[in-house]
């Protein structure tokens, strides 16, 4: 996925903390690099290190395109759930982006594929294409 870099807010110990934009929104993640420069764009992969358990912070999502907004608590994605494996490993579309995320809960009786929407507080982003 592109992003474009809005602003640096912070540069942590192995990362900067950054305002982003992309083809889906807006919102804030850290970048995996301790160098790189506002107003301009990378490739990246997306990591969401959250374990997400139902109608706590995932849900399934009346919306059905594929987004990102940051709010005070947390960043919100939607995107479309693919499949999920028996142990709980979930595939999350957005737009042609994978992303894999560790669900809990009974996932046993949901119709694949559906939109989803999940918060998370624990959004990196890593280079590709370097």
Not at 16 to 40: D, H, M, R, T
Not at 82 to 102: A, M, P, Q
Not at 110 to 118: D, G, H
Request: with cysteine; charged share 20%.
């Amino acid at each position: 996925m592109k992003i474009t870099i809005l602003r640096i807010i912070k540069t942590l110990t192995d990362s900067i903390y950054i305002e982003f934009s992309s083809p889906y929104g807006k919102g804030f993640s850290n970048l995996k690099v301790l160098e790189a420069n506002e107003n301009q764009s990378y490739d990246i992969e997306m990591d969401i290190g959250d374990d997400f358990s139902w109608n706590k912070n995932i849900i399934i999502s009346e919306e059905t395109t594929p987004s990102i907004r940051s709010k005070p608590d947390a960043t919100y994605i939607t995107g479309e759930l693919t499949s999920i494996t028996e142990d709980g490993c979930g595939v999350l579309k957005l737009g042609n982006s994978v992303i894999f995320l560790s669900l809990e809960g009974d996932n046993q009786n949901l119709m694949l594929p559906t939109f989803i929407e999940l918060s998370t507080n624990d959004l990196s982003f890593y280079l590709t294409n370097i």
